[in-house]
T-cell receptor, first 116, second 113 residues
Framework: EPEVTQTPSHQVTQMGQEVILRCVPI?????FYWYRQILGQKVEFLVSFYNNEISEKSEIFDDQFSVERPDGSNFTLKIRSTKLEDSAMYFC??????????????FGQGTRLTVV | QKEVEQNSGPLSVPEGAIASLNCTYSDRGSQSFFWYRQYSGKSPELIMF????GDKEDGRFTAQLNKASQYVSLLIRDSQPSDSATYLC?????????????FGTGTQLKVEL
């Protein structure tokens, strides 16, 4: 069964450093997302991406964050100048469409980011 | 503020019983509704989705949607200890350019032997 894959599974970084989280969405999906979940809190939307551009972003997704699809398969989230409060589980997801049907989003296994 | 509300639980049910999980949402523009299961430390796993008012059954799971009451529920029949997890309700609103899910905080379900 096709699945979303994320690397690394766990990333430890020092405060102020840049990190890149990587994702390979399901191959026939057109919409890609990043969500995050701080320990003990709910899953929060960060950004959606379609046709090589951001289609929507949340208030969390400020200038510290950027996304890119560098090739035909990878989708990355870059976090610049990491802060302690960026420590969270980051989930990549993908879906076939954004219409009234086919919007089911499938999540990767997540990257646990720890900023020290 | 578009909200999705769930009772955090824990909801405890005996093995073999029916577990009933509830969710309300505030935005009447919500169009698609999803139930995800999340084991501790793991990612959300899609178990059900529903788009139209009424019931939708898939195996031991039934999703129920009432758009007039802005209410969606998940029933789990013949609950098993392996069903013990946090169940996340998520709502999708179709927007012009974007596409995102708004999640509730989740209901922790414990199925006891």
């Amino acid at each position: 069964e096709p699945e979303v894959t994320q690397t690394p599974s766990h990333q430890v970084t020092q405060m102020g450093q840049e990190v890149i989280l990587r994702c390979v969405p399901i191959s026939n999906h057109l919409y890609f997302y990043w969500y995050r979940q701080i320990l003990g809190q709910k899953v929060e939307f960060l950004v959606s991406f379609y046709n090589n551009e951001i289609s929507e972003k949340s208030e969390i997704f400020d200038d510290q964050f950027s996304v890119e699809r560098p090739d035909g398969s990878n989708f990355t989230l870059k976090i610049r100048s990491t802060k302690l409060e960026d420590s969270a589980m980051y989930f990549c997801a993908s879906s076939e469409s954004a219409g009234s049907m086919g919007t089911e989003a499938f999540f990767g296994q997540g990257t646990r980011l720890t900023v020290v | 503020q578009k909200e999705v509300e769930q009772n955090s639980g824990p909801l405890s049910v005996p093995e073999g019983a029916i577990a009933s999980l509830n969710c309300t949402y505030s935005d009447r523009g919500s169009q698609s509704f999803f139930w995800y299961r999340q084991y501790s430390g793991k990612s959300p796993e899609l178990i059900m989705f529903i788009y139209s008012n009424g019931d939708k059954e898939d195996g031991r799971f039934t999703a129920q949607l009432n758009k007039a009451s802005q209410y969606v529920s998940l029933l789990i029949r013949d609950s098993q200890p392996s069903d013990s997890a946090t169940y996340l309700c998520a709502v999708h609103i179709l927007t012009g350019g974007g596409n995102k899910l708004t999640f509730g905080t989740g209901t922790q379900l414990k199925v006891e032997l």
